[in-house]
Nanobody
Framework: QVRLVESGGGLVQAGGSLRLSCEVS????????MAWFRRAPGKEREFVAA????????SYAHSVKGRFTISRDNTKNTVYLQMNSLKPEDTAVYYC?????????????????WGQGTQVTVSS
């Protein structure tokens, strides 16, 4: 059984930073592309960032490029999202996704493996 547990969310002022973590249990992690998505109140879920199984390739939504960094530690079965220069519009529940499809076009199609989400609130 695959299980994803996110942590690291919280309340931060605009301009601040947070680092989210997603620990994966199960047998897929080292071979699985990983990604972060978010859902803001009243909005659809949207893609944030993805990383290939090796960690060598990453992709980002335009809205977070240059501010967020996705990384992974395969020895710890964990993927991270370092979020800097946070803005109020980054406020959302952030979800981790495992074992989706990372396309050569640098896009990511999610799988059915989701975490429970972690709340990020950025105050102005």
């Amino acid at each position: 059984q695959v299980r994803l547990v996110e942590s690291g969310g919280g309340l931060v002022q605009a301009g601040g930073s947070l680092r989210l973590s997603c620990e994966v249990s199960g047998r897929i992690f080292s071979n699985a592309p990983m990604a972060w998505f978010r859902r803001a109140p009243g909005k659809e879920r949207e893609f944030v960032a993805a990383v290939t199984n090796s960690g060598l390739l990453t992709s980002y939504a335009h809205s977070v490029k240059g501010r967020f960094t996705i990384s992974r530690d395969n020895t710890k079965n964990t993927v991270y999202l370092q979020m800097n220069s946070l803005k109020p519009e980054d406020t959302a529940v952030y979800y981790c996704n495992a074992d989706g499809t990372y396309y050569i076009s640098n896009t990511y199609s999610p799988s059915t493996y989701w975490g429970q989400g972690t709340q990020v609130t950025v105050s102005s």
